[in-house]
């Protein structure tokens, strides 16, 4: 007995879901023999303090990347407010590269914390940055959105099925309710 709808078919991994896990797993194993040839030639105490010296430096930059963040968002709030057209706006210092470097320092391994201490150099963050915006340009041009707000809104409209809620909420009155951004004051909150 069929009911008209395909037969189902059996989902196919991707590339990234079947390698990732294979890289991960051959970064650990390097990282860990990479750490006893270290240990063998400058001893254990080395190693440990190698380690040690990794997390911390690795925890300062994530909090200074962290610091500076805020403060790159509390300015483009205030420029926004200001009525700064976009044209104006800068783009960020790189805080995320900076705090992915941290992060990498402070885990264990000399592989990590070479590429963690390569994350510190602005030029290799500057580079990677734009690299990183060219990507996410064309691969929003090629989904056919018109921005980064774009994707937002979209993103924001799909339910987990796929499927696409379009329409406006119309109140009891029978009058549009006000579209994001020009709903008026709200009553404060009260605990």
Same mark, same amino acid.
């Given at each position: ?11 196919? %991994?991707?590339?990234?879901?079947? !390698? ?49 963040? !805020? ?55 500057? !580079? ?29 409209? %799909? %339910? ?32």
């Amino acid at each position: 007995m069929t009911t008209g709808s395909p037969p189902p078919t059996a989902s196919r %991994r991707s590339r990234a879901r079947t !390698f990732v896990p294979l890289g991960v797993a051959a970064w650990l194993v390097l990282e860990i023999w990479l750490l006893t040839l270290v240990a063998d030639a400058a001893g254990a105490l080395t190693v440990f303090l190698l380690l040690l010296a990794g997390a911390v430096l690795g925890g300062v930059v994530i909090k200074r990347a962290g610091r500076r963040a !805020f403060k790159n968002l509390t300015e483009t709030l205030q420029r926004q407010q200001a009525g700064e057209t976009p044209a104006q706006r800068r783009m960020g210092s790189g805080s995320g590269f900076l705090m992915l470097g941290g992060l990498l320092l402070m885990l264990p391994g000399p592989i990590s914390d070479v590429a963690g201490l390569l994350l510190l150099v602005p030029t290799v963050r500057t !580079f990677l940055g734009r690299r990183a915006e060219r990507s996410l340009e064309r691969r929003m041009s090629a989904a056919g959105a018109g921005g980064l707000g774009d994707a937002f809104q979209q993103a924001r409209m %799909r %339910r987990p099925g796929g499927k696409v809620v379009q329409g406006e909420v119309i109140r009891q009155d029978g009058s549009p309710a006000p579209r994001h951004g020009d709903d008026g004051p709200r009553p404060p909150l009260t605990p």
